[in-house]
């Protein structure tokens, strides 16, 4: 690269290190990440920060609504953000080592492979196969509790006349995928505890203008709070199946903060993370066009509430656990 672009470079790694630590609000902390490493002294290190800078601008920037926007393009390292969490419900105990005071909004992208999207999409598809909501709206699949729910209510899937079977392949790679998402929220946050828990579920909306929702609980662009509508939840997990701008268009998600919203576009593979208190409250906005598909599971502090009976052999059929 040649010196003067460099220097380009470098005045824009400057310039954007500066915007972001003044849109820095509310007690929160952006990530100064590698690119604000304007101390390294040799010129090839500071060509490969100034590429970072090129690369990450591409992915992050402003949203339609004023606050910031994670494209759906790829993202070279997590985008990260730290909150203080609020504090918990009365009641509550703190679990220390688990309920730490400040936790992070990630959001990294690659985390589950092509392949391993592949199968997990196979198994949604299977989950869902008796659904009658493809004229838009969610269809709700629980793989480990055994339900589907979509505009016409909730089925089982393991009973009934035609149960769904699925094969232990597509078990060891959703299995997986809640280990590798609990234990990444451990390292992001540094925490000593964290528990798996219930209910969990993979939404697929198709998008469709003219699906008017039959009961309040179909809308499901309403900003909320994790924790307020299940109270064990102590930390959120996403992972989305398709993206944004090419299989489906609106969907997007987006961190409320007062004047200041973060949306983050789905992209396949993305994995985002955040406490599930009133630090995080958040929406996703109406489908418009195509297929949407998210995987929403979350994990808690309180061992009372971890979910042990995961891929047992007795709920699920033509499964049996040794095989993992
Ligand atoms: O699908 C999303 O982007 C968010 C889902 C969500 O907020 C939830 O399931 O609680
Ligand atoms: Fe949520």
């Known amino acids: 690269m040649a010196s003067a672009e460099i220097q380009r470079a470098q005045a824009r790694a400057k310039e954007m290190a500066r915007a972001r630590s003044s849109r820095s609000a509310r007690g929160k902390k ?75 909004r990630h959001v990294e992208d690659a985390f589950i492979s092509d392949e391993e999207i592949d199968i997990l999409l196979r198994m949604v598809e299977k989950g869902m196969a008796s659904s009658r909501g493809d004229t838009g709206g969610p269809t709700i699949l629980d793989v480990n509790g055994g339900f589907m729910k979509d505009g016409m209510g909730v089925q089982t899937i393991y009973g009934g006349d035609s149960p769904v079977s699925f094969t232990s392949e597509e078990y060891k790679v959703y299995a997986r995928m809640f280990d590798r998402i609990r234990e990444r929220i451990m390292e992001v946050n540094n925490l000593e505890t964290l528990y798996f828990t219930a209910p969990t579920f993979v939404a697929r909306i198709v998008g469709n203008e003219s699906w008017t929702p039959l009961e309040l609980h179909d809308e499901y662009w309403h900003p909320h709070v994790d924790k307020d509508n299940t109270p064990h939840y102590d930390m959120s997990g996403l992972v989305y199946l398709t993206t944004h701008g090419e299989d489906f268009d609106g969907g997007e998600f987006v961190f409320l903060d007062e004047g200041n919203p973060t949306v983050v576009r789905p992209r396949r593979g993305r994995f985002i993370t955040f406490s599930s208190g009133q630090e995080n409250p958040h929406r996703f906005t109406p489908v418009t066009r195509g297929t949407r598909y998210a995987f929403s599971m979350w994990f808690s502090c309180d061992k009372a509430h971890q979910f042990k009976t995961f891929l047992d052999g007795k709920v699920h059929r033509a499964f049996h656990r040794d095989e993992l």
């Open 30 to 104: 952006l990530l100064q990440s590698p690119r604000s490493k304007t101390s390294i002294a040799s010129m090839a290190a500071l060509a490969v920060v100034a590429l970072a800078v090129t690369l990450s601008s591409l992915a992050t920037g402003s949203s339609n609504a004023g606050g910031r926007l994670v494209t759906a393009d790829v993202l070279e390292t997590p985008w990260r953000e730290a909150v203080q969490r609020a504090p918990l419900p009365n009641g509550e105990r703190l679990v220390e080592g688990c309920h730490v005071p400040e936790t992070w």
